[in-house]
């Protein structure tokens, strides 16, 4: 029986189609390798890192996995969710190092640039859903963080994807149940990552669209109602016994906390400024390079032929309307806490990308802009071809010096990424023929540039205090054991990789009776006087945590060695132990 050639042409379509979506996840997973993971470790552990690392080290060896403690002392900066992640990292590998801390945050960022692809093949060509993916990976804030063991990558995980999974549910005809759960229960992962932003955004999100749509009555079905319970049990899980052995004041501190100190007080000129400063920081810093194509939805013609992926662009567009006030709005607020929205702006780039570059869609007044966006592209990488030599070479600043062989091969990458961009983008028509290569181009430059110049840059710049722990460690005797009188340091602490008990800081001698001979404790700025002891001591280390270098280092832990009676009364006692300001001449540059 001869088979049915209609029925031979969709088979042999739907084997070319798994070819290609098979081929782009390999190209993805490759500039993945490339950007993310290839030098995840080549800047050494960095800002709060070091607290999330040592809060982890210690549900390991406690075994409390529920209270997130810092020297055996509760912690409650936002709830546990990242620290679990570090955690279970550092349980398999059996060590809590660069890779235990990052490896959650370079997982979470691969995720949702697969996430991202999947989604947007649903709306967009095969071109466009690489350039949603490629778009997010290579915005310059991605690439800051996506390789650091700070919280927004996992954050970003969480919250996009549960936008996206709900809207990609709804989109496919499957989302009555599948779309509520799925997207709660990743709306109650982000809320147990850092807070409530994230039913803020989901929650906020689905409303407006839903009432967009006059689709409301969905807000009042039993998948919605299903979704909340899964979200609530998911948050409950982990809150309820949480707040029995901590206290329900806790459970506050850590939702909470961090978002009351972005409504630090400042002055209206202060307020102003950051209210202007801020979005020029996202668009013209953060979204870089891509951001400019967002100017295309300034052009009524350009809305009005969106076609399809209309309904797409109103539901990420009110997702960024929703989180934009909640990150502008509070004075004290960091660009990176717009970073879960990022997969949205991605989004909105590539459908500017999609139909600026199709065949089908022919608008007079953005023909060109495709091509002028790429020639623009083009002037930036032949200036900075030009100028980071100079800048980075030492000539102008010596701390900016970079290490010559990569500032060679940035300046070749450059201009030969220039030469091409400049050639593919010569016209409209050619620039549109040859999309693919141009838009990869300009992804190869934005993950070279920073890899080769930022990442060179920070590692001169940085400060490795293991030596100095490690000597610490070998010289301190294997009876005694080092306290701290408050907290130490995270990056201290990390690196000791040991208990390290807290006491608090003593004001008479008679306090100190009993506890070891040996003590640390945290100093700021090696300028200022070293806070009074109540006993002599002398000297054994002084510890630099910074993360950079600097002539006058600020994150200092200085250990000691308080001194028997019998040596305290002794007329032969170190100068340093008389005057312990001397100790901080030897770390100032």
């Given at each position: 029986m001869q088979a049915d050639p209609l029925t031979n042409r969709k088979s042999l379509q739907i084997t070319n189609n798994c070819k290609k979506t098979c081929v782009d996840l390999a190209m993805l997973v490759g500039l993945l390798f490339c950007l993310f993971w290839l030098q995840a470790n080549d800047l050494t552990i960095r800002g709060e890192e070091s607290r999330r690392g040592r809060i982890a080290w210690e549900m390991i060896q406690s075994g409390d996995w529920l209270v997130p403690r810092l020297q055996g002392e509760p912690w409650l900066s936002r709830p546990a969710l990242q620290y679990w992640?570090?955690?279970?990292?550092?349980?398999?590998?059996?060590?809590?190092?660069?890779?235990?801390?990052?490896?959650?945050?370079?997982?979470?960022?691969?995720?949702?640039?697969?996430?991202?692809?999947?989604?947007?093949?649903?709306?967009?060509?095969?071109?466009?859903?690489?350039?949603?993916?490629?778009?997010?990976?290579?915005?310059?804030?991605?690439?800051?963080?996506?390789?650091?063991?700070?919280?927004?990558?996992?954050?970003?995980?969480?919250?996009?994807?549960?936008?996206?999974?709900?809207?990609?549910?709804?989109?496919?005809?499957?989302?009555?149940?599948?779309?509520?759960?799925?997207?709660?229960?990743?709306?109650?992962?982000?809320?147990?990552?850092?807070?409530?932003?994230?039913?803020?955004?989901?929650?906020?999100?689905?409303?407006?669209?839903?009432?967009?749509?006059?689709?409301?009555?969905?807000?009042?079905?039993?998948?919605?109602?299903?979704?909340?319970?899964v979200y609530l049990t998911t948050v409950l899980s982990w809150q309820i016994p949480f707040a029995q052995h901590a206290g329900q004041h806790e459970i506050n501190n850590a939702y909470l906390s961090e978002v009351f100190k972005r409504f630090n007080s400042v002055g209206p000129l202060e307020f102003m400024r950051h209210l202007v400063e801020f979005p020029g920081e996202v668009f013209f810093v953060c979204l870089l390079p891509w951001s400019i194509l967002l100017f295309a939805y300034r052009y009524p013609g350009f809305r009005q032929k969106l076609g399809s992926a209309s309904d797409w662009v109103v539901f990420v567009g009110i997702s960024v309307a929703v989180a934009f006030p909640t990150v502008w709005l509070p004075p004290s607020s960091n660009t990176r806490y717009l970073m879960p929205m990022y997969p949205c702006f991605a989004v909105l780039i590539a459908v500017v990308l999609e139909k600026l570059t199709s065949t089908e869609y022919r608008l007079p007044s953005l023909q060109n802009l495709w091509s002028r966006y790429g020639r623009t592209v083009s002037i930036g990488v032949f200036v900075s071809a030009a100028v980071i030599p100079i800048v980075?070479?030492?000539?102008?600043?010596?701390?900016?010096?970079?290490?010559?062989?990569?500032?060679?091969?940035?300046?070749?990458?450059?201009?030969?990424?220039?030469?091409?961009?400049?050639?593919?983008?010569?016209?409209?028509?050619?620039?549109?023929?040859?999309?693919?290569?141009?838009?990869?181009?300009?992804?190869?430059?934005?993950?070279?540039?920073?890899?080769?110049?930022?990442?060179?840059?920070?590692?001169?710049?940085?400060?490795?205090?293991?030596?100095?722990?490690?000597?610490?460690?070998?010289?301190?005797?294997?009876?005694?054991?080092?306290?701290?009188?408050?907290?130490?340091?995270?990056?201290?602490?990390?690196?000791?990789?040991?208990?390290?008990?807290?006491?608090?800081?003593?004001?008479?001698d008679e306090e100190v009776t009993g506890d070891p001979l040996y003590f640390c404790f945290s100093h700021s700025y090696a300028n200022l006087p070293i806070a009074q002891l109540p006993f002599a001591w002398d000297p054994v280390a002084v510890i630099?945590?910074?993360?950079?270098?600097?002539?006058?280092?600020?994150?200092?832990?200085?250990?000691?060695?308080?001194?028997?009676?019998?040596?305290?009364?002794?007329?032969?006692?170190?100068?340093?132990a008389r005057r312990p300001d001397q100790l901080l001449q030897g770390v100032i540059r």
């Open positions: 992640a570090i955690a279970a990292v550092g349980a398999i590998r059996g060590v809590v190092d660069v890779w235990s801390i990052r490896l959650p945050s370079l997982i979470a960022i691969s995720l949702t640039t697969l996430l991202i692809y999947g989604v947007a093949r649903l709306q967009l060509s095969r071109f466009g859903a690489m350039s949603a993916a490629c778009v997010f990976m290579t915005m310059g804030q991605v690439l800051q963080l996506g390789r650091l063991g700070e919280t927004e990558a996992v954050f970003t995980l969480f919250v996009s994807g549960s936008l996206l999974a709900w809207y990609a549910t709804q989109h496919l005809g499957r989302g009555c149940w599948v779309g509520w759960i799925v997207g709660y229960f990743l709306c109650a992962l982000g809320t147990l990552t850092k807070g409530p932003q994230a039913p803020v955004y989901f929650c906020g999100t689905v409303l407006l669209y839903l009432l967009w749509k006059r689709d409301w009555k969905r807000l009042l079905s039993l998948p919605h109602a299903a979704g909340i319970a980075m070479s030492g000539w102008v600043t010596p701390k900016l010096q970079m290490d010559l062989l990569p500032l060679v091969a940035f300046v070749v990458m450059a201009v030969t990424v220039g030469i091409l961009i400049l050639y593919l983008s010569q016209s409209s028509e050619r620039a549109r023929r040859h999309r693919w290569e141009l838009m990869f181009a300009i992804v190869l430059f934005s993950g070279a540039t920073y890899n080769l110049v930022v990442v060179n840059h920070l590692q001169r710049q940085s400060n490795d205090p293991r030596p100095s722990i490690a000597q610490l460690k070998r010289t301190l005797p294997q009876s005694d054991t080092l306290i701290s009188y408050g907290l130490a340091h995270h990056r201290f602490t990390l690196e000791f990789g040991e208990q390290l008990p807290q006491r608090k800081w003593p004001t008479s630099n945590c910074d993360r950079h270098s600097r002539d006058i280092p600020h994150d200092l832990v200085i250990v000691g060695r308080r001194l028997p009676q019998a040596e305290a009364d002794s007329p032969v006692v170190s100068e340093i």
